[in-house]
């Protein structure tokens, strides 16, 4: 019975069309990560040459200056895309990878970012989390939403029941027939992507792939349950568009407009508001008592004394653009602690929305989500201490250029580092397949 049906719906148009669509746009969607994975190859190197040069360049124009040179100088911070980030590219593509800081204040360095083509950012980029998450329902929909009715309109469902024991089975074979042929174009497509993307065989991957396959359950067993109502192939067809419309779009947006609306950021320009006037009001402040706080949060360069009023020097100059930082600090964290708690919320409610679920897991997999680029920010602040905090002692003692070995200097790298913990990735879609399989089974006995 298993291989007539098999033959019977690979015969169909729609069944060719549908497994064509979807191998050829998931072919394409690794061909587009792998140019966006080597372009961030390409940034980095780019980013290693002429950081070099850029150091070079400066060295010679202001060796006799470590205070000067040190003012032009950039170190360049490295976010390496993990290779999953090929198949979700999530927020990498409008996130910068790389942080150009100085030794001068770090507020407003942090959220420089590159310049972007605005028509890209409007078409976003066709990845395989795109194909899965959007498309892959789709297929299902058009492939089972007149399981049942078919028969019943065509007039061979009276046969059936007659001659078939049990007739939940009868519609479970047929499933099945529809699950095994999208699970294999899905299981193609990822075997594609471990060569085409080098992704290393992990439990990163296996998780990745099981959010993947457990997500196509769902909607399978969501379509078995509108199936099992026994209602016309028009009603089925548009109850499931009318779900995968609510899922994919109208939930999403109105979650995000709730956290617009009852979480806002207006931390975010405060903080650099409060870098700038910390700053520029240190011109008009007692060098002492700015040194005085320097030398609080630095007591190790209090040797260094207090230069008098008159004149300029570098270690005035350093410590209040530090207190610039100081300054905003509070506002920073505040901003930093409220898109933390805008996550959090989101990831809460989609506990109860398994397409949003499946897409901010498979971007938390693939580190390419709001957390990574959080790191991110924090290990740039990292980054901007160690380098100042290195230089600082050569400054303040009037060193010159020659004194620093600048060909030691390279751009640093963060590794992104995934965690996985196992129910939070996959408990949703468990629970949400499990709840529709049961009410398909429970009506399913009532009707058939």
Not at 26 to 48: D, R
Not at 63 to 88: K, R, V
Not at 344 to 363: C, D, G, K, Y
Request: aromatic share 12%.
């Amino acid at each position: 019975m298993y291989s007539l049906m098999f033959r019977q719906f690979l015969r169909t148009k729609t069944c060719i069309i549908g497994l064509s669509l979807l191998l050829v746009l998931g072919t394409i969607s690794l061909l587009i990560g792998k140019q966006f994975l080597t372009e961030q190859q390409e940034v980095a190197h780019q980013v290693v040459e002429k950081q070099a040069d850029h150091i070079a360049r400066n060295v010679e124009y202001h060796s006799d200056d470590l205070g000067l040179l040190l003012y032009y100088l950039e170190f360049a911070l490295i976010n390496d895309p993990s290779p999953l980030a090929g198949l979700s590219i999530g927020q990498r593509d409008i996130n910068p990878s790389v942080q150009s800081v100085t030794i001068r204040t770090l507020e407003a360095q942090k959220y420089d970012t590159d310049l972007l083509n605005p028509v890209k950012l409007l078409y976003g980029n066709l990845d395989l989390s795109f194909i899965l998450i959007y498309v892959l329902p789709l297929l299902i929909i058009a492939f089972t939403y007149n399981l049942l009715s078919e028969e019943e309109e065509s007039g061979t469902w009276r046969m059936i029941r007659v001659m078939t024991r049990s007739k939940i089975k009868f519609l479970l074979a047929k499933l099945s027939v529809r699950f095994v042929l999208l699970f294999t174009v899905v299981l193609t497509l990822f075997i594609l992507a471990v060569g085409l993307l080098d992704i290393p065989v992990g439990q990163p991957l296996l998780a990745f792939f099981s959010v993947a396959i457990l997500y196509m359950v769902f909607w399978f067993a969501l379509s078995f349950w509108i199936i099992s109502l026994q209602r016309n192939s028009n009603f089925n067809a548009l109850t499931l568009l009318s779900i995968w419309l609510t899922l994919m779009i109208l939930v999403p947006a109105a979650l995000n407009n709730y956290l617009t609306v009852n979480h806002p950021i207006p931390e975010a320009l405060t903080a650099t508001i409060q870098q700038r006037d910390g700053y520029h009001e240190k011109w008009d402040t007692n060098k002492e008592e700015t040194l005085e706080a320097f030398y609080t949060a630095y007591p190790q360069y209090k040797k260094y004394g207090y230069p008098t009023e008159d004149g300029f020097n570098w270690l005035w100059y350093y410590a209040m653009q530090h207190l610039g930082d100081v300054e905003s600090h509070e506002q920073s964290v505040a901003m930093r602690d409220k898109i933390l708690k805008r996550e959090h919320i989101s990831e809460l409610w989609s506990r109860f929305v398994p397409t949003m679920h499946a897409q901010l897991a498979l971007n938390r997999l693939a580190g390419t989500g709001l957390i990574n680029h959080i790191h991110f920010l924090q290990e740039t602040s990292d980054f901007h201490e160690r380098t100042r905090l290195y230089f600082y002692p050569q400054i303040f003692d009037q060193a010159g250029a020659e004194a620093v070995n600048w060909a030691s200097f390279k751009p640093e790298h963060m590794t992104t580092v995934t965690e996985i913990n196992w129910w939070s990735t996959l408990g949703s879609l468990v629970i949400g397949a499990l709840v529709f399989t049961g009410l398909a089974f429970v009506q399913s006995r009532s009707v058939l």
